[in-house]
């Protein structure tokens, strides 16, 4: 058997091989190898660790035809050389029974090849933690110290994409992401139950995240929550901390497509004059300002710290991706510039459908131009005319009107009363309703840019970096016995 079918074949050798065996009019392969390693812990104590390795393999086959292209595609885990055959026939297979394409384009083409195309992948290990595992049993110490109980995980992993295609493009991508998730919980029973606080960060490599601060800060928290204080629903100005405004606005730019707004479908449609009708993006609300701060809500692949691939790898098409723009070279892309919507998503189908720019997802999302204030800051400023709140994240955010992406969910882990700029006690949880769009519309401070983990979007969404927002009317619908 040659080297190229072996079971040991290297992940560019599975791509050439499944594209000299493709019979189809266009092929795109996809090998993403993977590799995770995980801490676990409760109590104060180390309870699990481990580590993972696989690989999946994409398999994206079109056909021409009368009618036009149709496309099939079939992924497939822990695929070896001995299974590349039958893969590519069922994907040839799906293309001749699916009907044309509604977003077939022409393959990306060029003869591009990354330098590292043929490299072995990158791998994690355990060894990530070679640093921050002792740290963090120094924060067991100094949290049973402190009286309270330390939980959470950390999970590292790396994936490394190797896409190739039939119209010539052999490209790679290493995607290492890394979650921190610590909850601290005070000790207590009957009517001083325990209290508990939330803390996460996101990372590439452990060697920027140090338990020990994460601790402290749930420590001063659960000092916070000695003194609890019962509030009605209503409306209270309030600060979002960086984690909750990343996972409403990951929803607000997970319900951007373009050709959902152009077709009235979403909070991003405007009905167009006939004057407008042939207006770029007409029947969108490109062009419109949704908030007076200077905000802009961008994404780019090469941003410090939250580098993500910067081409397309699709392995399926839908609303806001496509299995034909695999490759497709992605730019940094300004969603809100200064306030004003400046761009939606686009594949190139719909860039063509609504005559906006051609503008692909891209996998990391940052919002700046606040102001420099940090938390501390802005909730020293809070308070002095009329309680306020200070929240530690949001969960279960489910949507409930896609027409004003109005959003409804819960506070979790710690909300806190701000009485002329200190925080005073703990309050009862609360479900919200609020639309992020119209959050940034009556946002009166953004504070500064730093990176932050989404709570609720952590297992799909990690590259995000957020200001802390102060909404001076969040609305606070119902009061809820969530903890």
Excluded at 205 to 225: H, I, K, M, Q, S
Excluded at 247 to 269: C, H, M, P
Excluded at 312 to 341: C, I, Y
């Amino acid at each position: 058997m040659s080297t190229r079918t072996s079971r040991k074949s290297t992940p560019h050798e599975i791509v050439e091989r499944a594209l000299e065996l493709s019979r189809a009019d266009g092929c795109v392969v996809i090998a993403d190898e993977h590799s995770s390693a995980n801490l676990r812990w409760a109590g104060n104590a180390l309870t699990t660790n481990g580590v993972a390795r696989g690989r999946t393999l994409t398999v994206v086959a079109t056909v021409d035809g009368g009618q036009g292209t149709a496309s099939g595609v079939v992924s497939r885990s822990a695929v070896t050389a001995d299974d590349l055959e039958p893969l590519v026939r069922a994907a040839e297979a799906a293309a001749r029974d699916a009907g044309p394409a509604e977003d077939a384009q022409p393959l990306v083409g060029g003869e591009k090849t990354s330098a590292d195309f043929t490299d072995a992948p990158a791998e994690t290990s355990s060894d990530v933690f070679a640093a921050f595992a002792p740290a963090l049993g120094e924060s067991f110490q100094q949290a049973r110290s402190g009286g309270r109980e330390l939980y959470g995980f950390a999970h590292h992993g790396v994936v490394s994409s190797y896409l190739g295609t039939s119209a010539g493009l052999r490209l790679r991508h290493d995607q290492p992401t890394g979650t921190l998730e610590l909850n601290a919980k005070s000790a207590g029973s009957g009517a001083a139950a325990p209290h508990s606080a939330w803390a996460g960060r996101a990372t590439r490599d452990f060697t920027d995240v140090d338990p020990r601060e994460l601790d402290a800060e749930l420590g001063r928290r659960l000092g916070w929550a000695k003194r609890r204080i019962e509030l009605p629903a209503g409306r209270y100005e309030t600060l979002l901390p960086p984690t909750a405004v990343a996972d409403l606005l990951i929803y607000q730019y997970w319900s951007s497509g373009a050709r959902d707004a152009a077709e009235g479908r979403t909070v991003f449609s405007r009905p167009a004059d006939d004057d407008e009708a042939e207006r770029p993006g007409a029947g969108t609300r490109v062009g419109e300002r949704l908030t007076e701060l200077p905000l802009t809500l961008r994404s780019d692949p090469r941003a410090a710290g939250l580098e993500c691939a910067p081409f397309v790898l699709a392995h399926s098409s839908g609303d806001d991706a496509s299995v034909f723009d695999n490759g497709l070279p992605l730019t940094a892309t300004d969603w809100v510039r200064e306030g004003v919507l400046n761009r939606l998503p686009t594949t190139r189908h719909s860039a063509g459908l609504t005559g906006l720019p051609v503008a692909p997802g891209i996998d990391n999302l940052l919002l700046e131009g606040g102001g420099s204030r940090s938390l501390d800051e802005m909730v020293a400023a809070a308070g002095h005319d009329g309680p306020a709140l200070l929240l530690t994240c949001l969960w279960y955010i489910r949507e409930v009107d896609p027409a004003t992406l109005l959003l409804t969910g819960l506070t979790r882990d710690g909300v806190y009363l701000v009485e002329n700029g200190e925080v005073v006690g703990e309050v009862n949880n609360f479900r919200f309703n609020e639309s992020p769009v119209d959050l940034l519309s009556r946002a009166v401070e953004a504070g500064r840019t730093e990176p932050t983990l989404p709570r609720e979007w952590g297992d799909y969404f990690t590259r995000a970096a957020m200001p802390a927002l102060r909404i001076p009317d969040f609305n606070m619908s119902s009061v809820s016995q969530g903890v």
